[in-house]
Nanobody, 123 residues
Framework: QVQLVESGGGLVQAGGSLRLSCAASGRTFSSYAMAWFRQAPGKEREFVAAFTRSGGSTGYADSVKGRFTISRDNAKNTVYLQMNSLKPEDTAVYYC????????????????WGQGTQVTVSS
């Protein structure tokens, strides 16, 4: 089992940047595919970005391609989400997730979730 704790959310103006962190503890970090999802008020939780379990490949939602970058530091058991050129529509609670599958871009593919961190982008 793995425990996930997100941090780094906050309030930022449109066009600004934030970096989210997700610290993992428990089972070997490199055993998991890791992902970020987000959920805006009144909307379904949606996929943002993910790493394969090996860490060799990544995937992104079309809405964030070219603006967001997911990275992982296995030595620190931490996954990051660098968010640039933020837009008001990026406002949401951002969740870190872990899966024993090789890779997934679906919510149902992830067994473990953090508590979320709020990101608010003002126009």
């Amino acid at each position: 089992q793995v425990q996930l704790v997100e941090s780094g959310g906050g309030l930022v103006q449109a066009g600004g940047s934030l970096r989210l962190s997700c610290a993992a503890s428990g089972r070997t970090f490199s055993s998991y595919a890791m992902a970020w999802f987000r959920q805006a008020p009144g909307k379904e939780r949606e996929f943002v970005a993910a790493f394969t379990r090996s860490g060799g490949s990544t995937g992104y939602a079309d809405s964030v391609k070219g603006r967001f970058t997911i990275s992982r530091d296995n030595a620190k058991n931490t996954v990051y989400l660098q968010m640039n050129s933020l837009k008001p529509e990026d406002t949401a609670v951002y969740y870190c997730a872990a899966s024993l599958k090789y890779y997934s871009d679906e919510r149902r593919g992830y067994e473990y979730w953090g508590q979320g961190t709020q990101v608010t982008v003002s126009s």
